[in-house]
C-alpha cells in the first residue's frame, strides 16, 4: 500500500521559511515525477511544484516562482519544497503528490496523494 507522509508545516511569520518533506513507501517513486499542491480554505486545491524523476526539470506556479524550491532524494523515496520568503497568502494544507503526469503540457495529474501538513503565514 502507497503511503505518502509528509512534514514540516506549522505556523511562521510573513518572510519567514520552512521545509517540507514527503517520505514515500509502499513502492519507489524514483522514476516518477512527485509534486506539491495545496489548498487554501475556500478555493480549490491548487498546482505549486513538480519535479521529473532525474530532478534535471522543475515545474513552478507562477505565484511561488523564485521563492519556493523542490527537490528530491531519490535513494531515500522523499520529496522537498524549501519555502522562502513567505506571505499570508501562502497560507494552505500542503499536499505531495507521487506519479505526476502531465508535466510537459502543464496539467499534473497525480496517482497518489499524501494526507496533507497545515502551513499558516501570518502577517
Known amino acids: 500500500q502507497v503511503q505518502l507522509v509528509e512534514s514540516g508545516g506549522g505556523l511562521v511569520p510573513a518572510g519567514g521559511s520552512l521545509r517540507l518533506s514527503c517520505a514515500a513507501s509502499?513502492?519507489?517513486?524514483?522514476?516518477?515525477?512527485m509534486g506539491w499542491f495545496r489548498q487554501a480554505p475556500g478555493k480549490e486545491r491548487e498546482f505549486v511544484a513538480a519535479i521529473s524523476w532525474s530532478s534535471v526539470n522543475t515545474y513552478y506556479a507562477d505565484s511561488v516562482k523564485g521563492r519556493f524550491t523542490i527537490s528530491r532524494d531519490n535513494a531515500k523515496n522523499t520529496v522537498y519544497l524549501q519555502m522562502n520568503s513567505l506571505k499570508p497568502e501562502d497560507t494552505a494544507v500542503y499536499y505531495c503528490?507521487?506519479?505526476?503526469?502531465?508535466?510537459?503540457?502543464?496539467?499534473?495529474?497525480?496517482?497518489?496523494w499524501g494526507q496533507g501538513t497545515q502551513v499558516t503565514v501570518s502577517s
Open positions: 509502499g513502492r519507489t517513486f524514483s522514476r516518477d515525477a
Open positions: 503528490a507521487a506519479g505526476v503526469r502531465g508535466l510537459g503540457s502543464k496539467e499534473y495529474e497525480p496517482d497518489y
